[in-house]
């Protein structure tokens, strides 16, 4: 196992050289030479190595490890693609020996999964992780993820939502309970005793557990609790997340924080509080079904991830959330589809349009202006466009203003600004333009 990790750290520092030679644009001969060696270096490491590759991410995930796209190269090397951000995350500090960072990573990532676009469920698509890696003291970073998390699903406006809080310290049959909010507790217990054995008074009593929730209050009524007063590991779980709801209502968000101890998270690296955050979506009408597509961030801890990478063995401790960015599109796009709002293709806050004909000079020179002071400026690539078309260009685009020069505002000394959705016009004086269309901008907020 040694001569082996000792083998990977000489393949990894020739890969690294052969990337340094490349960037430097060294002579093609040195590259080959070098690229040999690594050759030469990998094929020492026996037909071992890509199954190692594989297993780096089937070790983790525990059932999920089914919906992994898994792959064979031309050689039959079995490979992977990313599953997540967080295993890839965990290797790199392992290869790199950090034990101390905070990152965040969008990226892509790929499901072997059965796609339902209306509700965000995709086989490719885009995270947002936020990690925070380190020895710190109990439930302080945990409970700055958490506000991080709630700050982001409040800034979108997407919505009321609730973060379900648990910790894995609380065994159960995790992929079993983690489809109450699916299906009905009867059909959960009935799984768990005929598909995986438990007996019956068994499921009985974890059901009495796991259809409770609530807040900090709960979390002191379980510590009174007279078998879990009796689990060392229970009372280490309560203990943590009695100290999480102290430190969450010094942050103002204990309200949208709920203990629930059915939440599961069924990946198997989670070693301690887990959450997932869940729409409260009401209809948008009355008589239409709620909008829906299930949790839309989650996270938590894992400190022993890394240490499964580390040669020693050495422990990283570790936790973090992931926003799922389609998701989040899913319902905004569902949204405005249901208020028959237009979503906008465009972050232009302004087009530059013309009334009459020969004015493409001064177009391209307000234009240019208006870039030079930060404004999000277009125009149509025509030399005389009709006044009619370049409005509708900005209906259909969404862009909100439109500033027309006319051969009556040139004399003038101002432009005509138009509010495309109210069709009011007025006239602005030129050296006044670019703080009116600030202020006007800045009054509307948009996800595009």
């Known amino acids: 196992m040694a001569e082996r990790a000792a083998q990977e750290e000489l393949v990894r520092l020739q ?4 990337r340094g030679l490349k960037q430097q644009k060294a002579s093609a001969e040195q590259i080959e030479e070098e690229v040999a060696k690594l050759l030469k270096l990998k094929a020492q490491l026996g037909p071992d190595e890509g199954k190692q590759k594989f297993e780096t991410l089937t070790g983790k995930y525990g059932e999920d490890s089914k919906l992994i796209y898994d792959l064979k190269d031309q050689d039959g090397e079995l490979l992977s693609l990313r599953y997540d951000l967080t295993v890839p995350f965990a290797r790199y500090l392992a290869m790199n020996k950090l ?9 892509k990532v790929y499901r072997r999964d059965n796609p339902a676009m209306t509700r965000g469920r995709y086989r490719e698509f885009y995270q947002c992780d936020f990690d925070i890696a380190g020895q710190f003291d109990p439930m302080i970073p945990d409970a700055e993820c958490l506000k991080i998390m709630c700050e982001i699903l409040s800034s979108l406006q997407i919505g009321d939502f609730l973060v379900k809080v648990n910790d894995r310290k609380f065994r159960t049959i995790c992929s079993s309970v983690d489809k109450l909010d699916k299906v009905s507790w009867e059909e959960v217990k ?24 609530g807040g900090v209050s709960l979390v002191e009524q379980l510590l009174q609790d007279p078998e879990l007063s009796q689990n060392k590991q229970a009372l280490e779980g309560l203990g ?3 100290l999480l709801f102290e430190y969450l209502t010094l942050f103002g968000i204990a309200d949208k924080i709920s203990f629930d101890l059915s939440l599961a998270r069924g990946l198997d690296y989670y070693t ?47 936790v973090g959330l992931s926003i799922g960015v389609e998701r989040i599109f899913s319902i905004v796009e569902q949204r405005l589809e249901a208020l028959e709002e237009k979503v906008r ?5 302004v087009l530059v349009a013309s009334a009459q004909k020969k004015l493409l000079e001064e177009r391209l020179r307000l234009v240019s202006e208006l870039w030079d002071a930060g404004i999000k400026a277009e125009l149509l690539y025509k030399k005389n466009p009709k006044l009619l078309n370049q409005l509708q260009y900005c209906e259909e685009a969404g862009i909100p203003l439109v500033a027309i020069i006319g051969e009556q505002e040139l004399k003038d000394g101002v432009i005509k600004l138009r509010s495309v959705a ?5 006239d602005v004086r030129r050296e006044d333009l670019v703080e009116e269309i600030k202020r006007r901008t800045s009054q509307h907020f948009c996800i595009c």
């Open 190 to 213: 009935n799984e768990m005793v005929g598909e995986k054995g438990l007996a019956p008074e068994v499921a009985d009593r974890i059901g009495d557990y796991v259809q409770q929730h």
């Open 240 to 242: 943590d997340l009695k």
């Open 99 to 107: 034990t101390n960072i905070k990152r965040y990573h969008i990226a």
């Open 15 to 18: 890969g690294e050289r052969v």
């Open 422 to 426: 109210s069709r009011e016009e007025v």
């Open 345 to 349: 293709t465009t972050e232009t806050q």
């Open 272 to 318: 301690g509080v887990i959450y997932e955050a869940v729409l409260l979506q009401t209809p948008v009408r009355a008589g239409e079904e709620p909008l829906g597509v299930g949790s839309v961030a989650a996270g938590g801890r894992y400190d022993g991830l890394v240490g499964m990478f580390d040669p020693k063995g050495r422990k990283v401790p570790c």
